[in-house]
């Protein structure tokens, strides 16, 4: 059993992949990128509400969003 594309399917799909890897991270992804990169500016926006959330906090205060996974209970510590 072969792959049952027809071959104008299979140019569209190369077009498709090619597009992508020009254009790289949407708007919105490298927003968000660059936010959760941002976290020891002073202050930083929520993606998620747009809500400013004040620097060192891994949490969003207007909707509860979580920037960093809470350490594994039980994990290696760095002391
Ligand atoms: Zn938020």
Redesign the pocket.
Known sequence: MGLAVASHQIAAAGAVLRQHEERGLSEDELRAANTIADLDAEQTT?P??Q?TIPGGVVR?P??G?RFQADPEPGGPSCH
């Open positions: 929520c998620a509400c809500g969003c207007e909707c969003l």
